[in-house]
């Protein structure tokens, strides 16, 4: 059988994964939630078999039925050159380009998730798992890849995007890890910490919410968000408002005389 790769691009690739520490395409696929890890270990054993030294692995994957020959081909020969080329021009196509090129998706399937986008506004890779076309861990594969490789700015924007999707779904917990994803780069991201401030308060854990509130309002004071999710917190806590306003009129009148005996004194 011969190889859909071609020899040197093939070459290129495998020199590239020994040097830059990339990883073999059967991890690439499992990540993407592709293929398991199962299937890889046995394809991995038929390139032993007699007749079957000289087959790639995506080729043998192909073969089972686990995954197309154009999706193997894919990431084996374009995916490292597509995040490479993110990297330098920062020039990113729709998600549906990429899936599309991928051979994950039809260009109906592409048609038609627009369509309901438009209807719905809701995020590409969103309905399509909804409609079934996708899992929800190949999704996460492609955001994540393709917003990293435009920088870490990309990344916490992204992050921040999917953190609010999730509180919006109550999944608190995917919520949390992605902020925590974003302070992990950016430890004053204003944002982030304004996010968890609402996730807290509504969670009823106070101490946590005025913790990173204050953080917020360090980062980013006049921050739209920040602003509002302030009101949110001395709204729903009126005795740390009140504390507060006494503990600023506290130190007024502590001021005054101090003021005076410098002017007349």
């Known amino acids: 059988m011969s190889s859909s790769v071609v020899p040197t691009q093939h070459q290129q690739i495998q020199r590239n994964i020994k040097l ?60 490292e ?20 090129e991928a051979g994950l998706l039809t260009e109906e399937q592409v048609t038609g998730i627009l369509k309901i986008q438009q209807q719905q506004k809701k995020f590409f890779g969103e309905i399509a798992v909804a409609e079934g076309y996708l899992k929800q861990q190949t999704v996460d594969f492609f955001v994540r890849c393709l917003s990293s490789a435009k920088g870490a700015e990309s990344v916490q924007r992204s992050a ?49 919410a005025k913790v990173h509130l204050k953080k917020a309002i360090a980062a980013s004071p006049n921050d739209a968000l920040i602003r509002e999710v302030k009101k949110q917190f001395f709204a729903s806590v009126p005795s740390t408002a009140k504390a507060t306003e006494n503990k600023t009129k506290s130190k007024k009148s502590k001021s005054t005389p101090r003021a005076s005996w410098l002017r007349f004194g």
């Open 20 to 79: 830059r520490g990339k990883l073999p395409l059967g991890q690439v696929l499992v990540q993407a939630g592709l293929i398991s890890e199962d299937q890889v270990k046995l394809a991995l054993q038929n390139q032993s078999i007699p007749g079957y030294e000289t087959f790639k692995i995506g080729e043998i994957l192909a073969l089972r039925g686990w995954i197309k020959q154009e999706t193997c081909d894919f990431f084996a020969v374009r995916w």
């Open 160 to 208: 921040l995007e999917r953190a609010e999707k999730y509180f919006k779904l109550k999944d608190i917990k995917g919520a949390i890890l992605e902020l925590r994803e974003v302070l992990r780069h950016d430890a004053k991201n204003g944002k982030a910490h304004a996010w968890l401030t609402r996730i807290y308060l509504e969670s009823g854990q106070l101490s946590l």
């Open 81 to 100: 050159g597509i995040l490479n080329s993110l990297s330098i021009k920062n020039k990113q196509k729709k998600i549906g380009y990429y899936l599309l």
